[in-house]
């Protein structure tokens, strides 16, 4: 059994820093991808980050110059550093990881943390 633990969220003031964190958990032989997704109230679930097993790299327009995705593959863990934080980045985060399968492909989801920036 798969599962992502996130850790690294909480209230900082607008400008500040934060750097979230998920390491998966169990048998997974090989990723597709591992990203950060987040959630306002009222908004739906919306790509922040993702990055393929081949190193690239995507990010949201609102966080391009002040996000990072990074991962440490051996440990199955994938960061978030959060850089100039707005009001606006205010919601819940979630990592995933791609996982291929027989036939398609398969995504695990962490619990979420939440992140509020106050202005």
């Known amino acids: 059994q798969v599962q992502l633990v996130e850790s690294g969220g909480g209230l900082v003031q607008a400008g500040g820093s934060l750097r979230l964190s998920c390491a998966a958990s169990?048998?997974?032989?090989?990723?597709?991808?591992m990203g950060w997704y987040r959630q306002a109230p009222g908004n739906q679930r919306e790509l922040v980050a993702v990055?393929?097993?081949?190193?690239?790299?995507n990010y949201a327009d609102s966080v391009k110059g002040r996000f990072t995705i990074s991962s440490d593959n051996a440990k199955n863990t994938v960061f978030l550093q959060m850089n100039s934080l707005k009001p606006e980045d205010t919601a819940v985060y979630y990592c995933?990881?791609?996982?291929?399968?027989?036939?398609?492909?398969?995504?695990?989801w962490g619990q979420g943390t939440q992140v509020t920036v106050s202005s």
């Open positions: 995933n990881f791609r996982v291929p399968t027989v036939t398609y492909h398969y995504d695990y």
């Open positions: 169990g048998s997974i032989f090989r990723v597709l991808a």
């Open positions: 990055m393929t097993s081949g190193g690239n790299t």
